[in-house]
């Protein structure tokens, strides 16, 4: 990519352009700036047949490391901006989307993956594990507003709290798949013993380790910032921020937990105390920028991806388009309207909060992760690759383009 060097800055020039002129140019538009971005970058793809071909199994571990930082700002940008108080009545039907809709989602794909693509097992869970959980990127024009902003409504609380805590608890489900791959590889069994290995250390070690560590580097760091010794100091909120993610991520993965659960957790521990400071809402506001900028990035060069895949020929066969669009039209939905059924929500929040299943950034960066361990089959990596984007794309497109419209439809009182 070198040689194109001055070309890309060229190109990530036109995109910030596009994210500053957006609300101007496009604000009576159905378009939202990820869909913009994305034809952008796959004009540039499929015209330009002079860029180097982007080769996500290639590229795999460049992929991993920058939409790894692009999630790491999100979940801080989301954890800081929640003013609701952590009560079981305010967050179960994020919990029940935590705990009924994601195993639904990453079941149906993983079956989907191995009788319709014929994954092999540890592919086909990897394909449910990593479209499990929805996207903080991508799903940040449906979430909250910045701190301090008014109460807030049930839909855009409970999509904001579930897209800061399932790309954590994603992650056990793509170990299961890694382990399991892992002993095929090496022509083993996958025995009940490295089940139970992977309940007890990938489930229940590293999630409570992740929230523990949130809390401790949330609640140490609010300490400092508000403390008596810097309330006369405009402390500055990129020093902060970048505190805050690096020391909650690199402590947790320290301990081997889950930094992203972390990350997350202390954003909303750190929030919690002094509630009302307007420091909140600068902090919020660097996040938000920052998380902008790089994900203009990633969406360019993901739509160059698929520009230049289309160009090169791959074929598409009609199975990865009619499972794409059921997962995102049909078992996301229905998985959320069972996990809300019982609750004392208005039938069109249950309906919105079930149907914004965003899915982004997080799905690319699951995905390279688990292939760069290689444990898969290069046929089942292509395959994952092809029918991730072609889910990722429909998502930016149907969920850009519908939630103006579903959440218009929802009641706007606020729940705290």
């Not at 939409?67 to 790491?72: R, Y």
């Not at 967050?91 to 809709?101: D, N």
């Not at 540890?122 to 394909?127: H, M, T």
């Not at 999509?159 to 083993?188: C, H, M, Q, R, W």
């Amino acid at each position: 990519m070198l040689e194109n060097y001055n070309l890309l800055l060229l190109i990530g020039g036109f995109a910030f352009l596009l994210g500053a002129l957006f609300p101007i140019i496009f604000r009576r538009t159905p378009i939202s700036l990820p869909i913009l971005q994305v034809l952008f970058g796959m004009t540039i793809g499929y015209w330009w047949t002079g860029l180097t071909f982007l080769d996500p199994i290639d590229n795999g571990l460049a992929i991993e490391k920058i939409t790894e930082i692009v999630v790491l700002v999100s979940l801080v940008g989301a954890g800081i901006k929640i003013d609701t108080d952590l009560t079981w009545q305010l967050w179960r039907p994020t919990m029940r989307l935590l705990l009924i809709t994601m195993p639904i989602c990453i079941f149906t794909m993983a079956v989907l993956g191995y009788y319709t693509f014929g994954l092999s097992i540890g592919a086909a869970i990897l394909l449910g594990a990593v479209l499990a959980p929805t996207d903080p990127v991508l799903a940040a024009s449906i979430q909250v507003g910045p701190p301090n902003t008014g109460g807030e409504d049930t839909t855009r609380f409970t999509l904001t709290s579930e897209a800061g805590l399932n790309d954590g608890l994603a992650f056990p489900f793509v170990y299961l798949a890694i382990k399991v791959a892992e002993a095929f590889s090496e022509g083993k069994r996958f025995t009940s013993e490295m089940l139970w290995s992977w309940f007890t250390q990938d489930v229940l070690w590293q999630i409570g380790a992740g929230v523990i560590v949130g809390i401790v580097v949330g609640k140490v760091l609010a300490k400092i910032v508000f403390s008596k010794h810097t309330k006369d100091t405009a402390l500055s909120q990129g020093y902060v921020v970048i505190a805050l993610t690096l020391l909650a991520y690199g402590l947790a993965e320290y301990i081997h937990s889950y930094g992203f659960i972390a990350v997350f957790v202390a954003a909303f521990a750190f929030r919690r105390s002094e509630c009302e400071h307007e420091y909140h809402e600068k902090l919020h506001d660097f996040a938000e920028q920052s998380e902008g900028l790089l994900m203009s990035l990633v969406l360019v060069g993901f739509g160059i991806l698929i520009g230049q895949g289309l160009q090169s020929g791959i074929e598409l066969t009609w199975k990865v388009y009619a499972v794409s669009l059921a997962f995102l039209v049909f078992i996301r939905p229905l998985g959320g309207i069972i996990a809300l059924s019982g609750l004392d929500m208005h039938r069109t929040e249950k309906y919105a909060i079930s149907a914004l299943g965003i899915r982004g950034i997080g799905t690319l960066y699951y995905l390279s992760y688990a292939l760069n361990q290689g444990y898969f089959a290069d046929d089942d990596a292509l395959k994952l690759w092809i029918v991730c984007s072609i889910v990722i794309l429909a998502s930016i497109f149907v969920h850009g383009l519908s939630a103006p419209s579903l959440l218009k439809m929802t009641p706007k009182n606020p729940h705290n």
